[in-house]
């Protein structure tokens, strides 16, 4: 066998190489498509119900539209309150007296006297009714009539003596009972409480009172007792004629209406 020359030994190791699979080197493989980094999202105006700066991740919204609040009604602002003024002509004031007549045997009998001069206001809040309060009432009881024109001088002059201090007055000074809400149309029952004076002895009084508000009307009774000695008189009395209770039933019936 000859010697193998150079070159047969390279073709030979070619060959070989291919016969093992071998052929040209691989490629290096290809580096990847770099991908796209997501955008960073905008910063949004729509906070929601969160307090301070929108947070920067989140996407960009369209800012809500701000609604409107109905005006209030006249009923719901403030300044409800509504002042009612006492209408003399609608009104009374009137008292009643158990006397006894002692002639011709003992007959008993309720000596009333009546007046509507009378004057003052109410204040009433229908959204917070117990905002509402009671101004200061005037009565003129010195025309007080009854059915003896002789028993009206006798009071006006001997023992009520509303001649001299022809008006009392009552001033409030606590309302209870006050709801707190009312219907139209609803009676309610008040305890209002007050300095009556009379002559001039002034006492505290606590009137029960029932009224109701229908449009601008409002229409009611206030009634309480006194005792006349309480304030500085006694009881009428003729000797075997005429003698009267001490206890003195006082109504007030009234209608008052809004400015």
Known sequence: MKPLTGLTVLLVML???AACGGGAAPAAPAAPAATEAPAAPAASDDYGSGYGSAPAAAAPTTAPTPTTAPAPTASESNGTARTFVIVPSESQVAYAVDEQFLRDGIRDFTAIGVTQEVEGTVT??????????????????????SDDER????????????ARFPLATFTPTRIEGLPTSYTEGTEITLQITGDLTVRDVTKPVTFVTTGVISGNEMRGTATTNILMTDFGFDPPSILNVLRAENGVAITFDFVARAD
């Open 124 to 145: 009433f809040d229908p959204v917070n009714p117990q905002n509402s309060s009671v101004g200061p009432l005037t009565i003129n009881i010195s025309t007080f009539k």
């Open 15 to 17: 060959f070989g190489l």
């Open 151 to 162: 028993r009206d001088n006798a009071i006006r002059d001997r023992w009520l003596e509303s």
